[in-house]
């Protein structure tokens, strides 16, 4: 019964901002890990953050530290990935994963995946 939805997505400038969400829901959220993952047509899937259960852990990708933060409400069963400073290289569906975690640690796996939001970067 695990769900994830994510929503937030747009056509933005470049230089622009978007916060994407992702509700949850049928499952323990406080005992996982949950990140997000974004593939653009023409390139490898990216592993784009990752935050651990108690949001005291993150990780980024580099290319898209100091620009992205991900964080997490879990009075809320919910993540969060703001994006600054949006380049046309950050165009792709961005997808929230999430996976049962035995400690608090960042490092995503993405063994479920929402449906997607559409982020485009374009003048």
């Known amino acids: 019964q695990l769900q994830l939805v994510e929503s937030g997505g747009g056509l933005v400038h470049p230089g622009g901002s978007l916060r994407l969400s992702c509700a949850s829901s049928?499952?323990?959220?406080?005992?996982?890990?949950v990140g997000w993952v974004r593939q653009a047509p023409g390139k490898e899937r990216e592993g784009v953050a990752c935050?651990?259960?108690?949001?005291?852990?993150?990780t980024y990708a580099d290319s898209v530290k100091d620009r992205f933060t991900i964080s997490r409400d879990n009075t809320k069963n919910t993540v969060y990935l703001q994006m600054n400073s949006l380049k046309p290289e950050d165009t792709a569906a961005y997808y929230c994963t999430t996976e049962y975690a035995y400690s608090d640690h960042a490092h995503c796996r993405g063994r479920s995946w929402g449906q997607g939001t559409q982020v485009t970067v374009s003048s």
């Open positions: 935050i651990s259960r108690s949001g005291d852990i993150t």
């Open positions: 049928g499952f323990n959220f406080n005992y996982y890990t």
